[in-house]
């Protein structure tokens, strides 16, 4: 049973414009909801994290938005970059249950200069 | 702080033999991951160790797959035999403990095909 949905699976982007991928979670123990960012041939890193008792939380041109209620959450990438062309996973995990994270099915980022 | 190492980056088996995987995580973190990664889609957990003790295999292809991490430090996930399915890549995370909102770290991935 997937319990994170993620989309769009791909988005392209003019440099400069604003990306933004959502994603939606069924499981309401979820407690932690991070991003992560997957260049080809390696793993995947972490770009920020969130946690429900906040609404938003911002670094640097990255931006979480979260809606607990509609158990749903979102990533924007302000002023996106060619650099930022990557693949981007959502995930949560219970923090008291070993932080096992349960991903999305990715969106691949394309920035096009 | 070093990374975490994966070996071999990349495997060829036919279907029906057998491959192990190997990792050494961040020194110091006490629980350790694998996933496993197919095309296309987002990573699954296989394991999760706390130091030399599983702590979740509930998603792990027992009839098939296996995993080990003596002495709580590196960890082998073996595959016998495999099967055209099992073609993805295998990641493993590392975090300094199963706890909170720790960081998990992840290798670059081994990347296994099953002809």
């Known amino acids: 049973q997937q319990q994170v949905k993620q989309s769009p699976q791909s988005l392209i982007v003019q440099k400069g414009g604003i990306s933004i991928i959502n994603c939606a979670y069924e499981n309401t123990a979820f407690d932690y909801f991070p991003w992560y960012q997957q260049f080809p041939g390696k793993g995947p890193a972490l770009l920020i994290a969130i946690r429900p008792d906040v609404s938003e939380k911002k670094e640097g041109r990255f931006t979480i938005s979260f809606n607990k209620s509609a158990k749903q959450f979102s990533l924007h990438i302000m002023d996106s970059q060619p650099g930022d062309s990557a693949t981007y996973f959502c995930?949560?995990?219970?923090?008291?249950?070993?932080?096992?994270?349960?991903f999305g099915g990715g969106t691949r980022v394309l920035v096009k200069p | 702080e070093a990374g975490v190492a994966q070996s071999p980056r990349y495997k060829i088996i036919e279907k029906r033999q057998s491959v192990a995987f190997w990792c050494n995580p961040i020194s110091g973190h006490a629980t350790l991951y694998w996933y496993q990664q197919i095309l296309g889609q987002g990573p699954k957990l296989l394991i999760q160790?706390?130091?030399?003790?599983?702590?979740?295999d509930s998603q792990l292809p027992k009839d098939r797959f296996s995993a080990e991490r003596l002495k709580g430090v590196d960890s082998t996930l073996k595959i016998q035999p495999a099967k055209l399915e099992d073609s993805a890549v295998y990641l493993c995370?590392?975090?300094?403990?199963?706890?909170?909102?720790?960081?998990?770290?992840f290798g670059a991935g081994s990347r296994l095909t099953v002809l």
């Open positions: 995930a949560a995990s219970v923090r008291a249950a070993g932080n096992k994270l349960t």
């Open positions: 160790f706390q130091n030399n003790g599983v702590v979740d």
């Open positions: 995370a590392s975090s300094l403990d199963g706890l909170g909102a720790n960081v998990l770290t």
